[in-house]
């Protein structure tokens, strides 16, 4: 209960979604085994004490768990009203994200050896190369000064495997893999399936659009798979799972008589050895071309990519010799306690040492030192620019775009009001209208959303800015509504559009629920709406008009939690321009309020504050009872 608790209140979902796949061949197993046994009560029992303690894991994070169900259909994560792509094909995929994003970042099927030797396919991205480096030599021939050749070969894109982008590969150690070996082999106990299971379960996901067949069954059919991208991240489950059986394997090899020891010492020496040998025979099947290669080609010329490759064979052939090796050192331990020139304890130490060892310089490869910043760098992660500075002297209320930024510069948010900033969970319709408008340079958008500052680059790369002086401001009124029946319509209506005096509503899927609104043509827009006071969960106008009028205010529309009232009273409102709020507003004075106050979590908090004192409950009623049980047996 706490631990599932504690689980989900990390808040990483896809990774307590992981283990939920990985808990399920648990729990199957156990059942198989309570079936067959025919004992239904304790299978019945281990179910309920199982719901009680899930439930109330989930009680105790209802406030954030609700709050983010009712915001992931709004969201990217959610399906797309859309049936055409931003250059006008049909888009057939309207699922929460589409197979193309959600696999980006698939493991490639021989890849998956960089379990056991870490720069198969060439490590990282960045992965630093040596003065004895073939690419060192290269850039010494072209007349490059030996200190800025040694800088130069200190982040090589080395890896070619299948993926985008790779930081570091993904490495479990071969000293785990050898003993993960071993526990297959000698441990008797029948739950090391399980394990081997879910690292199969998880190596065949990770592979994502390089196995297609489950990947797009698990899209199609398997209750929110289709929520979450980059599939590879599910080799967490493999990295759960190998060191158990690597614990397993050690703990059955010393327990195990002489002989089976030594009949499981040699299998997996010869397994672990074989594979390697196996992977250096198919050294000469491979190419050693990376996706990005051509662009390489292109600026620096072939040698360079030549040079390229041949690092990538050195550390594809030294690393498997690492291996080797690895292997060899930790079977000799081994080997010696079963000749008896070894006591056991000494045994344990020394493949203790192997194995952290292993994986400590792998690691510190790619997480060194430097890589740790002092608390002031990350309490100010971006410098100032006298461009944010400039800009920052407007005191109004406006947004900031950064066209450098590409809708997801964190940078922009950190000092302005921007309209994107780094988020794999954006609002699905304003990176739609990122996409499909801002993208496509339709000024007209940016003006409504009201940035009155574009951030740009010259061609020396100097930061300057724009002002924006078209920009629509906070609120205004419109003279007319044009009416369209689907969200294709919508988007479509605002390729050509003033913003300042049309709104494009969309009749067919507001109604119902809109039905009292009047619109109508030519309004009055001689009116005013003035912006008193801006928080994130709360907005004040100031509305003067002659005569009834649309208003249209240039926040996000979101319905969950947003009310709106009109001198004090509730009043309707809905979405226009694809994005933004519209409301009806009557002739005269008016207070206009928009207040964030979402049913959600009020109800989340009930139900936290009743699962908290449950779980507290259960805890001491747990440990009275225990004590209470205890002290009879005495």
Not at 201 to 219: E, M, P, Q, R, Y
Request: glycine share 6%; with cysteine.
């Amino acid at each position: 209960m706490l631990a599932t608790a504690l689980e989900i209140n990390a808040n990483h979902f896809q990774m307590t979604y992981y283990l939920l796949i990985f808990l399920l061949i648990l729990s199957a197993y156990f059942a198989f085994n309570f079936i067959k046994e025919k004992e239904y009560k304790s299978l019945f029992t281990a179910i309920g004490v199982l719901a009680v303690a899930g439930i109330f894991a989930i009680g105790a994070n209802a406030t954030n768990l609700l709050a983010t169900a009712e915001y992931a259909n709004f969201s990217t994560r959610g399906k797309s009203e859309l049936t055409f792509n931003p250059d006008g094909s049909k888009n057939t995929d309207t699922s929460a994200m589409t197979r193309d994003y959600i696999t980006e970042y698939s493991y490639g099927v021989t890849e998956s050896f960089n379990l056991i030797a870490p720069r198969l396919f060439g490590g990282s991205n960045s992965e630093t190369l040596g003065t004895d480096s073939s690419m060192y030599e290269f850039m010494i021939s072209q007349g490059v000064p030996a200190g800025q050749a040694a800088d130069f070969v200190t982040g090589m894109p080395t890896y070619w495997g299948d993926q985008p982008i790779v930081a570091a590969p993904a490495y479990i150690g071969v000293v785990v893999f050898f003993l993960g070996i071993l526990a297959l082999i000698i441990d008797d106990r029948k739950i090391k399936y399980v394990f081997l299971s879910g690292a199969i379960v998880a190596l065949l996901l990770s592979w994502g659009k390089n196995f297609a067949l489950l990947t797009d069954f698990f899209i199609d059919y398997v209750p929110m798979y289709n929520k979450f991208r980059a599939v590879s991240s599910i080799q967490v489950i493999l990295e759960l799972c190998f060191p158990v059986l690597a614990v397993m394997g050690l703990q059955s090899f010393f327990k195990a008589d002489k002989s089976k020891q030594w009949e499981g010492l040699w299998q997996s020496a010869a397994i672990g050895l074989g594979t390697i040998v196996i992977l250096f025979l198919c050294k000469s099947m491979f190419s050693f071309s990376g996706a990005s290669d051509s662009y390489f080609t292109e600026s620096y010329g072939p040698s360079f990519v030549d040079a390229l490759k041949n690092d990538r064979k050195t550390l594809y052939s030294a690393d498997l010799l690492r291996s080797a090796f690895l292997i060899v050192l930790t079977a000799g331990v081994l080997w010696l306690l079963i000749k008896n020139r070894i006591a056991q304890t000494t045994a344990i130490i020394l493949v203790g040492l192997f194995m952290v060892a292993d994986l400590f310089f792998v690691a510190k490869k790619y997480v060194s030192a430097k890589d740790f910043v002092s608390g002031r760098e990350v309490e100010v992660p971006f410098q100032e620019t006298p461009t944010d500075a400039q800009i920052l002297r407007d005191t109004t209320h406006y947004r900031v775009f950064e066209v450098n930024g590409n809708f997801s510069s964190a940078r922009a948010s950190y000092f302005h009001n921007s309209i994107g900033g780094y988020s794999a969970v954006k609002p699905r319709r304003m990176q739609q209208l990122f996409d499909y408008q801002i993208a496509k340079n339709n000024l007209e958008i940016l003006n409504m959303l009201n940035v009155k500052y574009i951030i740009q680059t010259d061609k020396e790369g100097k930061e300057f800015s724009i002002p924006n002086i078209n920009a629509n401001g906070n609120a205004w009124f419109v003279n007319e509504v044009k009416l369209v029946n689907k969200a294709n319509d919508e988007m479509k209506a605002l390729d050509r559009i003033n913003t300042k005096k049309v709104a494009v509503f969309n009749i067919n899927l507001y109604r119902d629920k809109f039905k009292n609104a009047r619109l109508k043509r030519n309004m009055d827009t001689t009116g005013s709406i003035q912006l008193r006071t801006h928080k994130p969960n709360y907005i004040k106008y100031i509305s003067d008009s002659q005569n009834e009028g649309l208003a249209v205010f240039s926040e996000i529309y979101y319905p969950n939690g947003w009310n709106a009232y009109v001198d004090g009273v509730k009043t309707d409102y809905f979405p226009v321009n694809y994005v933004l709020r519209g409301m009806m507003l009557p002739k005269g004075v008016h207070t206009v309020e928009f207040k964030f106050e979402p049913e959600v979590i009020k109800t989340g908090s009930t139900i936290t504050l009743i699962s908290g004192a449950g779980m507290l409950l259960l805890l001491i009623g747990g440990v009275y009872f225990e004590r209470k049980k205890g002290s009879k047996i005495v």
